[in-house]
């Protein structure tokens, strides 16, 4: 899908405590590109991310998916357009902790009252290299499988588009190496869209397209 922003605005409280979290922010996804967004605390990485996956309201501004605007449309569209395009990861994994990671990777699913297929879930946990570990429960698992558990359940609805906040801010640099040169095998090996959020400027160099947010303002840096 392609993704079009336009003047995308989003503005936190008003007068004395008013924060412009995004401003103005224009940019164009193609199908297929991996982009990463670096930037300091409190840049708007994180309201960007949700603005373009859905999980936000913006200001001003649109955000289209193919054409279609996805802050005018009904709340249930809105939801299963997320459900069946969307994968997010998140810095903090979010695994439920009484569930294996099996029942974690495939409850987006449960959800849409479906069922896995076998043969895709058997290629992702494969490449994320957690085939051998499906019984676990989360707190049975190192932080980095942890998170490429968490990494399967965003892939498992077969989305489109894979959003990623920080998916290494909580791993050590050897387990978050690791667990980004997955999620850039995947995106190379499935032709998703990456949209990944960043601190690590090793992270961020991997991608094909470079961004960064500064006071709510984003640029392209990509070296051309
Ligand atoms: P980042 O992810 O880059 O650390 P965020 O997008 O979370 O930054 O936040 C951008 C700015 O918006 C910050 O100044 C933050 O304090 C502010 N902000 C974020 N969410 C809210 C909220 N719900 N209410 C008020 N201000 C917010
Ligand atoms: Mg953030």
Redesign the pocket.
Same mark, same amino acid.
Request: glycine share 22%; aromatic share 4%; proline share 4%.
């Given at each position: 899908m392609n993704i079009e922003v336009k003047n995308l605005s %989003?503005v936190? /409280?008003s007068g004395e405590s008013k924060?412009i979290?995004?401003d103005k922010v224009n940019l164009g996804i193609a199908s297929g590109d991996c982009l990463s967004i670096m /930037?300091?605390?409190?840049?708007? %990485?994180?309201?960007?991310?949700?603005l373009l996956s859905g999980l936000d309201q913006p200001t001003t501004g649109s955000v289209t998916y193919d054409g279609k605007d996805i802050y005018h449309t009904n709340d249930r569209e809105l939801s299963a357009f997320r459900r069946q395009k969307i994968g997010f990861i998140f810095q903090q994994f979010n695994l439920l902790p009484v569930l294996t990671a099996k029942e974690n990777i495939i409850m987006p699913l449960l959800l849409d009252k479906k069922q896995p297929d076998q043969a895709y879930f058997k290629q992702i946990t494969e490449l994320l290299e957690i085939d051998g570990r499906l019984s676990h429960l989360p707190s049975e698992l190192s932080g980095g499988q942890q998170q490429r558990v968490a990494i399967a359940r965003a892939l498992i609805a077969k989305p489109d588009i894979i959003f990623a906040?920080?998916p290494t801010g909580n791993l050590d640099s050897k387990s978050g190496g690791e667990v980004m040169g997955l999620l850039h095998d995947i995106w190379h090996k499935l032709g998703k869209t990456l949209i990944l959020?960043t601190h690590d400027s090793r992270i961020a160099h991997m991608a094909d397209r470079q961004f960064v947010?500064a006071d709510?303002v984003l640029s392209e840096v990509t070296a051309k």
């Open positions: %989003k936190y /409280g924060v979290a995004l /930037g300091p605390s409190g840049s708007g %990485k994180s309201t960007l991310l949700h906040d920080e959020i947010i709510g």
